[in-house]
């Protein structure tokens, strides 16, 4: 029988438990997170339905990674539970401001007009911020950093047009 010693087989060994519990994690999260949503938004319809432009951005950066040849590692698997965490709250803020203003207006049109014009501004904002945070890391001298930098800006810009389009086109 033979096996592989060393550190360096320790360390592949190692890089694959991380990756394989990254995963883990981010698939425990997205259905703590689902559930959540489910209950915060009173409606299973509803929640199942806001996490859809949550999940986007990650898949695509991922299959972005994939088309691209760069490697799942320690480094990139770290952007899906960052952009699932940004993709939510943005989320979260425009499912339920156009709750409460559905209630109060009873029209579809006026609440998601209302939304857009309210949450819009702010989460565009707020997104631009971390997305251009994001891409300064591009150019970071650690290349998995940059490559963090590079694909999480990216998911980032693409969590606010799933929140600018895609939900209001949803609902």
Known sequence: E?????????LMRMADQIAQSQFDSFAFAIAIISIIMVITLG???????????NIIPALLSFGLMGLFGVPLDTDTLLIAPLILGIAVDDTIHFMTHYRVD?????SISKAL??????????????TMILGMGFATLS??????MAKVGFFGSLAIFVALLCDLFLIPAMI
């Open 43 to 53: 409606s299973l319809k509803g929640g199942l339905m806001a996490m859809i432009p």
């Open 102 to 106: 559905l209630a109060r207006t009873g």
């Open 139 to 144: 150019f970071a001298g650690y290349l998995g």
């Open 113 to 126: 007009a209302s939304t857009i014009r309210d949450v819009g501004q702010a989460v565009m904002f707020t």
């Open 2 to 10: 033979v096996t592989v010693t060393g550190s360096m087989a320790l």
